[in-house]
């Protein structure tokens, strides 16, 4: 993908790649998702080249992101026990477990 854009609620973060086709759409693959992942609406906005995928490998890739994003935001939420956000922050580990299942996702660089 060459840009998206995330909203939840009225709040919205985006990116895109410099020196690709991100502002011209009609080299682009392009498809809007309105995704159940809380209690907002969330929405997801992806683009790609058309030079890079074709149409078929473009909506498997963004079906694949929305569906990852959907089980990741519920699963947040569900660990958490709070509606996610951009703002949001889990709370500090109370178990020896908590704290080991978070480890395994931080950078080890």
Excluded: M
């Excluded at 991100?22 to 080299?27: A, G, M, R, S």
């Excluded at 992806?46 to 995928?53: C, D, V």
């Amino acid at each position: 993908f060459c840009r998206a854009e995330l909203s939840i609620g009225q709040d919205k973060r985006s990116f895109y790649i410099p020196n690709t086709a991100h502002d011209e759409p009609e080299h682009l693959w392009h498809l809007d998702q309105q995704l159940k992942a809380a209690p907002e609406a969330v929405s997801l906005s992806l683009s790609a080249e058309k030079e890079n995928l074709s149409e078929k490998q473009f909506f498997l890739l963004a079906d694949l992101a929305a569906e990852a994003w959907v089980s990741a935001s519920g699963k947040w939420q569900a660990v958490n026990q709070s509606t996610l956000t951009f703002e949001s922050v889990a709370p500090p580990a109370t178990s020896y477990r908590q704290q080991r299942n978070r480890s395994l996702y931080r950078p080890t660089y």
